[in-house]
């Protein structure tokens, strides 16, 4: 049974830190390209970055680059969301999702559409205060 666990949420200030951690077991963890999505109330489900299977290719939705950065360690089947400079804008729950894929870089839309992904976490809620 595959399982993807994320940790890590909380309540911080605007300007702070969090970092989410998504633990996977029951699946070749190696072999998944790996995605954090995010989902505020009232909204729909929206991608926010994703890491290929080797951690060398991630690619990040504008609203977060240069502020967030996301990385895996395959050895401990875990994959991070860094988030820093973290604004009221970015509360929401963020789920950790696992694809197959289909190449080496994540820049393709494939890895932005929801659809793509096999496998879903329940999701961390993380609420930014002004």
């Known amino acids: 049974q595959v399982q993807l666990v994320e940790s890590g949420g909380g309540l911080v200030q605007a300007g702070g830190s969090l970092r989410l951690s998504c633990a996977a077991s029951?699946?070749?963890?190696?072999?998944?390209?790996m995605g954090w999505f995010r989902q505020a109330p009232g909204k729909e489900r929206e991608f926010v970055s994703a890491?290929?299977?080797?951690?060398?290719?991630?690619y990040f939705v504008d609203s977060v680059k240069g502020r967030f950065t996301i990385s895996r360690d395959n050895a401990k089947n875990t994959v991070y969301l860094q988030m820093n400079s973290l604004r009221p804008e970015d509360t929401a729950v963020y789920y950790c999702?696992?694809?197959?894929?289909?190449?080496?870089?994540?820049?393709?839309?494939?890895?932005?559409?929801?659809?793509?992904?096999?496998?879903w976490g329940q999701g961390t809620q993380v609420t930014v205060s002004s």
């Open positions: 999702a696992a694809t197959a894929g289909r190449g080496i870089t994540v820049s393709d839309p494939y890895y932005r559409n929801p659809s793509s992904y096999i496998y």
């Open positions: 890491v290929n299977w080797r951690g060398t290719s991630t």
């Open positions: 029951g699946l070749t963890f190696s072999t998944y390209a």
